[in-house]
């Protein structure tokens, strides 16, 4: 798959493919005759799994070492649970914060609504 499919179907530019392998991100592909990356299919399912661990807040020198990490295979299974463990509890974290930050929020809307409620009662009493 040439480099504009995946950018395409991953929703990453062309340069944000080249820099994620110049990281170490995703793996230099092979090369066609005409020197041409030739991406297997598999990138995507990777570059999905990136996509989601950059959306829940991994910091990207912690993507790369997962990436090395998963160069090394069965050998670093054990690292790799570790580290999703980890980052899997900061998840969770920060769910609890956006939920607690949620309640405020629905409180703040109720609070607004019922002074909304009021004002309008005392104007239709005036």
Same mark, same amino acid.
């Given at each position: 798959?040439?480099?504009?499919?995946?950018?395409?179907?991953?929703?990453?530019?062309?340069?944000?493919?080249?820099?994620?392998?110049?990281?170490?991100?995703?793996?230099?592909?092979?090369?066609?005759?005409?020197?041409?990356?030739?991406?297997?299919?598999?990138?995507?399912?990777?570059?999905?799994?990136?996509?989601?661990?950059?959306?829940?807040?991994?910091?990207? $020198?912690?993507?790369? +070492?997962?990436?090395?990490?998963? !160069? *090394?295979? #069965? %050998?670093?299974? =054990?690292?790799?649970?570790?580290?999703?463990?980890?980052?899997?509890?900061?998840?969770?974290?920060?769910?609890?914060?956006?939920?607690?930050?949620? $309640?405020?929020?629905? +409180?703040?809307?109720?609070?607004? !609504? *019922?002074? #909304? %409620?009021?004002? =309008?009662?005392?104007?239709?009493?005036?």
């Amino acid at each position: 798959m040439k480099i504009s499919e995946v950018a395409a179907r991953s929703g990453l530019s062309i340069d944000t493919l080249r820099f994620y392998e110049r990281i170490g991100l995703i793996d230099p592909p092979p090369r066609d005759a005409a020197g041409r990356r030739d991406y297997p299919e598999e990138v995507l399912t990777w570059i999905g799994f990136l996509d989601k661990l950059n959306a829940t807040g991994m910091k990207q $020198a912690d993507r790369i +070492r997962y990436a090395a990490l998963r !160069r *090394q295979g #069965e %050998a670093s299974y =054990a690292e790799r649970r570790r580290m999703l463990e980890l980052h899997r509890d900061v998840v969770i974290a920060r769910q609890a914060e956006l939920e607690e930050t949620r $309640a405020l929020m629905d +409180r703040k809307v109720e609070m607004y !609504r *019922q002074l #909304e %409620a009021e004002a =309008a009662m005392e104007v239709a009493d005036v």
